[in-house]
């Protein structure tokens, strides 16, 4: 993946979903790496600052009385 924090399958692809489940199943540094990258990307990426706020500053602005 982008960040290195999970593997992934296609859609409808069970053989391929069922070889990532066994990969991490057998490898528990991997899993941990893993855990360690996406602990980082949501304390940095998707924290409230860069995530919900923007989009909040979003919503606001179809309710401030300066939109027509």
Do not use: M
Request: hydrophobic share 45%; net charge negative.
């Amino acid at each position: 993946t982008d960040h290195e924090c999970g593997l992934s399958a296609a859609q409808g692809d069970a053989d391929g979903f069922a070889a990532a489940i066994g990969r991490l199943a057998g490898d528990a540094e991997l899993r941990a790496a893993y855990a360690c990258r996406a602990r980082g990307l949501a304390e940095t990426v998707l924290n409230r600052k860069n995530a919900v706020a923007p989009l909040l500053d979003e919503l606001g602005a179809f309710s401030s009385p300066d939109t027509p």
